[in-house]
Nanobody, 123 residues
Framework: QVHLAESGGGAVQAGGSLSLSCAAS????????MAWFRQVPGKGREGVAT???????TYAESVKGRFAISRENDGNTMSLQMNSLEPEDTAMYFC?????????????????WGQGTQVTVSS
């Protein structure tokens, strides 16, 4: 059974930085796609960034140039470095993994999810 565990997150002032990590277990091999999503109360889950196993990542327009997603060589550990944080980045952040041929920022592309970690950015 696949299990995703997030770590990191917390509270920071606007302009600050935070780093999130996600460890995947239970895979035979590595997931084709790993991604970060975020969600605020009352809204749907929004794709932040996705990183395929062997090709370049994709970012939401709202985080381009500020966030960087990466995967470790083992393929099962993923990180999200968040810089120049804004109050609008405040949300619960979720790690996700899936095995579709094309990695997108749609929730339907992922079949395993972590429990989430809170990021709060104050102005």
């Amino acid at each position: 059974q696949v299990h995703l565990a997030e770590s990191g997150g917390g509270a920071v002032q606007a302009g600050g930085s935070l780093s999130l990590s996600c460890a995947a277990s239970g895979y035979t091999g590595n997931p084709a796609c790993m991604a970060w999503f975020r969600q605020v109360p009352g809204k749907g889950r929004e794709g932040v960034a996705t990183i395929p196993r062997y090709t370049s990542p994709t970012y939401a327009e709202s985080v381009k140039g500020r966030f960087a997603i990466s995967r470790e060589n083992d393929g099962n550990t993923m990180s999200l470095q968040m810089n120049s944080l804004e109050p609008e980045d405040t949300a619960m952040y979720f790690c996700a993994s899936g095995d579709r041929a094309i990695c997108t920022l749609d929730t339907e592309a992922y079949n395993a999810w972590g429990q989430g970690t809170q990021v709060t950015v104050s102005s």
